[in-house]
């Protein structure tokens, strides 16, 4: 179970970020207001822990205190150090630091990235055995409930598409000064030119770029997971291989060098990631993480696709993956249906109210993108799923109350699609 | 990694009861210009190991004048706390690797940042 819940975090946390780092770092210099003020608030010379704190974009605040950041991702922490601070790389099960040395603690939607219970658990009571007593951590983590939706499973995989070139020379702040000095305020550059996209947002999280103009298309989708500690309820099922894998086996590789002419051919044999990879790499839209639907009637029921309504821009569509090693049927027949009627449709480029949302989708957006190939996405075409774990609501500081008894919650919010928690660690007497 | 980072780091290979202080191996050390910030530094100083900041010190030949013991009213001691800021954020190791006391264990640093990361065997 261990090994399962490692080897999907490497293969859908880790190695994504590994390669989406470059785009990472040009894209994403949002500093959430709060976790600002948070460091902010912190006396002089304390010291501070920023723990996944990938490209580092919390580590040039607040002069007075001292602030070390890790994560697993190496690109993401060379980067970081490039820009003048302190970083490691680690694991956030196993911190290198002593007991009780952080004043603070930061933990940015790094833990919906762990994909067990358990594990999840485990990365908080090691940064609480970090934090001295009377030192507050602050966790970030995806919300299941967003203001106008809701994300049908808690445990998903997430897309990642590069933002649009368009995007990043408006919101591309200046890179800080090379080693030696501290980079200013990013954060607060891409704040002023940020608000007006803010707008749609309802799911923009940390960690992730700039949303498109409301006028480009949106793509949004995500795949449910069942979560891996359901797997282990069922004690039969075997997780001995990875969900992405799943999907491979029951797709073909499709001639993605053809672009828009032939539409999206569904997926018989591998590919099937690759395949919805490269559409949303493709897509002028590319919403990072905005997996929602605004408009959307939400009934998904297993493996239904949600109809999309008139004039509507995006559609999200659940598929549901298992992390076993056999093939869901459900899903196989599923892909069945989709591929025949998309090839009855091929030809027909008009927008349809149907069920087969993905084509319309597709096809047209498909059809944007051939002059964009600024970004190297063949590097993307490969599966860039991220695994998310998204939290319901309470259901962190449920986990902190009931099995971290080193911590006392303050305060909990929703800070636009996340789950904010902060915390202080107090002494535990035992009689 | 500077000597401050250094004085947090601690082995935490699987069984190791005394992983703290890491023996820092330099292959190479730079030293920069920090500015220094005196009421910073001071508040520094009681949250470190003191002995193990000394001993780092001397491995890479730094130590220069710094006492091997904290001096009484430090704080406001601009000459001391001068020689603190030096070591603890000017002085750093570029490349080398980080050494568990009791296991033997190596974690490298390169380009600046210490490899911590643990292989199944060892966590």
Same mark, same amino acid.
């Given at each position: 179970?261990?090994?399962?819940?490692?080897?999907?975090?490497?293969?859908?946390?880790?190695?994504?970020?590994?390669?989406?780092?470059?785009?990472f770092n040009d894209t994403r210099y949002k500093?959430?207001?709060?976790?600002?003020?948070?460091?902010?608030?912190?006396?002089?010379?304390?010291?501070?822990?920023?723990?996944?704190?990938? @490209?580092?974009?919390?580590?040039?605040?607040?002069?007075?205190i001292f602030k070390l950041g890790c994560d697993?991702?190496?690109?993401?922490?060379?980067?970081?150090?490039?820009?003048?601070?302190?970083?490691?790389?680690?694991?956030?099960?196993?911190?290198?630091?002593?007991?009780?040395?952080? $004043?603070?603690?930061?933990?940015?939607?790094?833990?919906?990235?762990?994909?067990?219970?358990?594990?999840?658990?485990?990365?908080?009571?090691?940064?609480?055995?970090?934090?001295?007593?009377? &030192?507050?951590?602050?966790?970030?983590?995806?919300?299941?409930?967003? +203001?106008?939706? +809701?994300?049908?499973?808690?445990?998903?995989? *997430?897309?990642?598409?590069?933002?649009?070139?368009?995007?990043?020379?408006?919101?591309?702040?200046?890179?800080?000064?090379?080693?030696?000095?501290?980079?200013? @305020?990013?954060?607060?550059?891409?704040?002023?030119?940020?608000?007006?996209? +803010?707008?749609?947002?309802?799911?923009?999280?940390? $960690?992730?770029?700039?949303?498109?103009?409301?006028?480009?298309?949106?793509?949004?989708?995500?795949?449910?997971?069942?979560?891996?500690?359901?797997?282990?309820?069922?004690?039969?099922?075997? *997780?001995?291989?990875?969900?992405?894998?799943?999907?491979?086996?029951?797709?073909?590789?499709?001639?993605?060098?053809?672009?828009?002419?032939? &539409?999206?051919?569904?997926?018989?044999? +591998?590919?099937?990631?690759?395949?919805? !990879?490269?559409?949303?790499?493709?897509?002028?839209?590319?919403?990072?993480? $905005?997996?929602?639907?605004?408009?959307?009637?939400?009934?998904?029921?297993?493996?239904?696709?949600?109809?999309?309504?008139?004039?509507?821009?995006?559609?999200?569509?659940?598929?549901?993956?298992?992390?076993?090693?056999?093939?869901?049927?459900?899903?196989?027949?599923?892909?069945?249906?989709?591929?025949?009627?998309?090839?009855?449709?091929?030809? @027909?480029?008009?927008?349809?109210?149907?069920?087969?949302?993905?084509?319309?989708?597709?096809?047209?957006?498909?059809?944007?993108?051939?002059?964009?190939?600024?970004?190297?996405?063949?590097?993307?075409? $490969?599966?860039?799923?991220?695994?998310?774990?998204?939290?319901?609501?309470?259901?962190?500081?449920?986990?902190?109350?009931?099995?971290?008894?080193?911590?006392?919650?303050?305060?909990?919010?929703?800070?636009?699609?996340?789950?904010?928690?902060?915390?202080?660690?107090?002494?535990?007497?035992?009689? | 990694?500077?000597?401050?980072?250094? @004085?947090?780091?601690? !082995?935490?290979?699987?069984?190791?009861?005394? &992983?703290?202080?890491?023996?820092?191996?330099?292959?190479? *050390?730079?030293?920069?210009?920090?500015?220094?910030?005196?009421?910073?530094?001071?508040?520094?100083?009681?949250?470190?190991?003191?002995?193990?900041?000394?001993?780092?010190?001397?491995?890479?030949?730094?130590?220069?004048?710094?006492?091997?013991?904290?001096?009484?009213?430090?704080?406001?001691?601009?000459?001391?706390?001068?020689?603190?800021?030096?070591?603890?954020?000017?002085?750093?190791?570029?490349?080398?690797?980080?050494?568990?006391?009791?296991?033997?264990?190596?974690?490298?640093?390169?380009?600046?940042?210490?490899?911590?990361?643990?292989?199944?065997?060892?966590?």
């Amino acid at each position: 179970m261990e090994e399962a819940a490692s080897q999907l975090e490497r293969e859908h946390v880790h190695s994504v970020y590994e390669k989406i780092a470059p785009f990472f770092n040009d894209t994403r210099y949002k500093a959430w207001p709060k976790v600002r003020q948070f460091l902010l608030d912190q006396e002089p010379g304390s010291i501070v822990a920023d723990v996944g704190c990938g @490209n580092g974009k919390y580590l040039h605040i607040n002069e007075n205190i001292f602030k070390l950041g890790c994560d697993v991702c190496r690109p993401l922490v060379d980067s970081a150090w490039s820009q003048g601070h302190e970083v490691q790389l680690c694991d956030g099960l196993r911190l290198p630091y002593r007991d009780g040395c952080f $004043d603070a603690v930061l933990s940015i939607a790094v833990i919906h990235h762990m994909s067990t219970k358990e594990r999840r658990i485990r990365a908080i009571k090691e940064m609480t055995r970090t934090l001295r007593v009377g &030192g507050r951590i602050m966790i970030y983590v995806w919300a299941m409930e967003q +203001k106008r939706r +809701k994300f049908e499973k808690q445990d998903i995989f *997430v897309p990642w598409n590069p933002n649009p070139p368009s995007s990043l020379a408006l919101h591309g702040p200046a890179r800080g000064p090379q080693r030696g000095g501290r980079s200013q @305020n990013e954060g607060e550059a891409a704040d002023s030119s940020d608000k007006h996209r +803010k707008v749609r947002s309802t799911s923009s999280m940390v $960690d992730d770029g700039d949303l498109a103009t409301s006028q480009q298309k949106s793509q949004r989708l995500w795949f449910f997971s069942r979560s891996l500690d359901s797997v282990l309820d069922f004690g039969s099922l075997s *997780v001995s291989r990875s969900s992405s894998r799943e999907i491979s086996t029951l797709c073909t590789p499709s001639d993605e060098t053809n672009g828009p002419k032939v &539409g999206w051919r569904c997926p018989r044999g +591998k590919g099937l990631i690759r395949q919805m !990879s490269s559409l949303f790499s493709s897509s002028r839209t590319s919403m990072e993480e $905005d997996v929602f639907e605004t408009d959307l009637q939400e009934q998904v029921k297993n493996e239904e696709i949600i109809n999309s309504t008139e004039g509507n821009e995006a559609v999200s569509v659940g598929l549901l993956q298992d992390c076993t090693s056999v093939p869901l049927p459900d899903l196989v027949s599923y892909e069945m249906e989709q591929s025949n009627e998309m090839r009855q449709k091929e030809n @027909n480029g008009e927008k349809q109210e149907d069920d087969t949302p993905k084509q319309q989708e597709s096809t047209a957006s498909l059809q944007g993108c051939e002059g964009e190939n600024e970004w190297s996405r063949e590097k993307l075409k $490969d599966s860039c799923m991220r695994y998310y774990h998204v939290f319901r609501e309470g259901e962190l500081t449920q986990l902190i109350e009931n099995h971290v008894e080193e911590l006392h919650v303050l305060h909990t919010c929703l800070d636009h699609a996340n789950w904010c928690v902060i915390a202080e660690k107090v002494q535990v007497w035992r009689i | 990694m500077k000597l401050l980072t250094h @004085n947090i780091l601690t !082995s935490h290979v699987k069984g190791v009861t005394k &992983g703290y202080p890491l023996l820092i191996k330099a292959t190479e *050390v730079r030293v920069n210009e920090v500015e220094f910030n005196p009421q910073f530094v001071s508040r520094m100083i009681p949250k470190l190991e003191w002995s193990a900041l000394v001993q780092a010190a001397e491995g890479l030949g730094h130590l220069q004048d710094l006492p091997s013991s904290l001096i009484q009213d430090y704080e406001n001691n601009e000459e001391f706390l001068r020689k603190v800021h030096r070591v603890l954020l000017e002085v750093e190791v570029i490349e080398g690797c980080l050494q568990c006391p009791e296991s033997g264990r190596e974690f490298p640093i390169s380009r600046g940042v210490p490899n911590m990361l643990l292989n199944e065997d060892d966590s």
